[in-house]
């Protein structure tokens, strides 16, 4: 069984700077796909960030320049560097492995990401 475990959310004014953090586990000897995606109230859920095995990234055009994803292959870990926070930032912050094991898609239990003055 494969599990995500994401943390790093919480409450930040804006300008502030947030780091989210997942971890995956269980027995996992691929990860396709790595990702990132949020969903506020009211909204549908939507990708932010995306990174492969290989180092390759794509952003959501609201967030170039000011989130940064990246990842440690071998510790089955990505993170969401997020930088000059806006409250339209605000949202829960789900992690996405896709292709786990060239099989199934999973993802984390998610967490809430408030920018507020």
């Known amino acids: 069984q494969v599990q995500l475990v994401e943390s790093g959310g919480g409450l930040v004014q804006p300008g502030g700077s947030l780091r989210l953090s997942c971890v995956a586990s269980?027995?996992?000897?691929?990860?396709?796909?790595m990702g990132w995606y949020r969903q506020a109230p009211g909204n549908q859920r939507e990708l932010v960030a995306t990174?492969?095995?290989?180092?390759?990234?794509n952003y959501a055009d609201s967030v170039k320049g000011r989130f940064t994803i990246s990842r440690d292959n071998a510790k089955n870990t990505w993170y969401l560097q997020m930088n000059s926070l806006k409250p339209e930032d605000t949202a829960v912050y789900y992690c996405?492995?896709?292709?786990?094991?060239?099989?199934?898609?999973?993802w984390g239990q998610g967490t809430q990401v408030t920018v507020s003055s």
């Open positions: 990174i492969t095995s290989g180092g390759t990234t």
């Open positions: 996405k492995a896709d292709r786990v094991n060239w099989g199934n898609d999973y």
């Open positions: 269980g027995r996992i000897f691929r990860i396709g796909v």
